[in-house]
């Protein structure tokens, strides 16, 4: 089916062309419309819709009804037409209802077994993309929000992957300043005997249990490594620099354990104190003045960041000499582009809504040739954790958050990643445990699971019966022709569609939503069809079109990194 909706746009592009190139020579328009199908929104309506003469009607100055005739006679003509559609309708107020012959929907099925793990994907290209995400300061262990990040940032660069970009996942974060100075001190306070509730307990101290650890090991002279630093403790508790140099060593290796908890790992650690031994900050805010894009004002330096659409000019260094946080993250991002990545996405909370204007104002105003609208962003709102009925919101080992570890400790892996992946980055959501848990159609990673676990079992059955895999090769695909199979065909059909979609808007809760479907197409059509039956024919070709089914829900819980098990059992109460 891929083949052949391809086939039909190119003959509807022809087509298009020339009905619209009178309108094109004498400038009515600037160029004919693009050829392009839409999905009805009810099967009675055919496969696919086209509303090109509707676009068309005013700038021709015909009705868009009778341009619609005009079209489809033109369409009847085009060899693609005539071999994969076996009717062209007119409805509504010019709309083409396109209704494909059997054969066009049954293609899909090889064309999902020949390409098996790369269906869907597209051609490798040279660019690049980097996705930087989690950017956890190693202050603590990694909470809900970092989780949300990790979800969404490593599912985005799994969909990158299928259309073909070189991508690298990095990790950046602070390791020195405010936060770091707070670590090492909570860590010396617990070193002396303190903890939290003691009169001389410092007020902005960190209270988690995790900052007694950090102790003990530091007393004990513990060698700790990281991905991206090794350190081994002094143990004198005087020794500040030794206890922050261990404090952070110590917390990273914790993230790394929750990140490989997750099944995470980065390509790259960027510490932003290098860009400030390496003057890449100094660099950054001398060519924005060089280029008249600042100005001294109250013994501080401001942007004039609101010649780029921000909503006020924005101090960039203040009176008492250091700079604001915004400053760093241009140079950051110049550093980037240099680099060599022409597409940089951005995972952050909907706080940093702020720093976006400011942000790709600074790299204009630095003129090193970085484009408009550098680096893209995905933005995401918080988690509420509920179980057992209520919010959960107190980790003991955190202190005053749930952690990354707790949910996949309370859940599993496949639970955390595919729920924080399946609402819209920036609306609210709530991860409830107890849902998680359940083994029935109520939770949906169980729901998509067990459509790839009931297809195993079904084939393993169907191989018992002599329909082993390698005999399904010259099935007969004319014979599925039932409603529900049609339907999952189609299904099957738009994955690749939908996959450059989510990759062009940055959303991978969209495969999320596809799985959801398209799971609901396989369960609706074994319920409808016996899979199995007395026809050794029509039996081969159904397990066909369930290995095909199988493949693309394997291929989509991957890009969110989501296992795909061959064996599942349902609670008790849902057995059917």
Known sequence: MIQAKQELLAALGTVLQTLSHEAVASGTIAAAPAAAFENPKQASHGDYACTAAMQLSKALKKNPRELAQTLIAQLQAQPAFERWV??????GP????????????QAVIGEVLAATTGFGGQPARETSALVEFVSANPTGPLHVGHARQAALGDSLCHLFATQGWKVKREFYYNDAGVQIATLANSTQARLKGLKPGDADWPESAYNGDYIQDIADAFLRKETVKADDREFTASGDIEDLDSIRQFAVAYLRHEQDLDLQAFGLRFDNYFLESSLYTGGQVEDAVSRMIANGKTYEDGGALWLRSTEYGDDKDRVMRKSDGTYTYFVPDVAYHVNKFKRGF????????????GTIARVRG????????IPQGFPDYVLHKMVTVMKGGQEVKIS????????????IDWTSRDAVRFFLISRKADTEFVFDVD???????ENPVFYVQYA??????VLRKGAEQGHDEASLAGADLSLLTAPTEYALMLKLADYPRMLTAAAQDLAPH?????????????????GAERVLGDDPALSRARLTLLAATRQVVRNALAVLGVSAPDVMERDSQEQQ
Not at 397 to 407: C, E, F, K, M
């Open 86 to 91: 076996e009717a062209l309708e007119i409805a």
């Open 94 to 105: 010019g709309f083409i209802n396109i209704r494909l012959k059997p054969a066009a929907k």
């Open 342 to 353: 022409s597409k940089c996405i951005n995972i952050q909370g909907t706080d940093h809504h």
């Open 362 to 369: 600074g790299l204009q105003a630095t003129d090193v040739g």
């Open 396 to 407: 003991k080992r955190a202190g005053s958050y749930v952690t990354l570890r707790d949910l």
């Open 435 to 441: 849902l998680a848990l359940k083994a029935n159609d």
């Open 452 to 457: 790839h676990a009931r297809i195993c079992s």
């Open 510 to 526: 969209d495969v999320a939503f596809y799985l959801r479907d398209l799971a609901g197409s396989f369960h609706s059509y074994y």
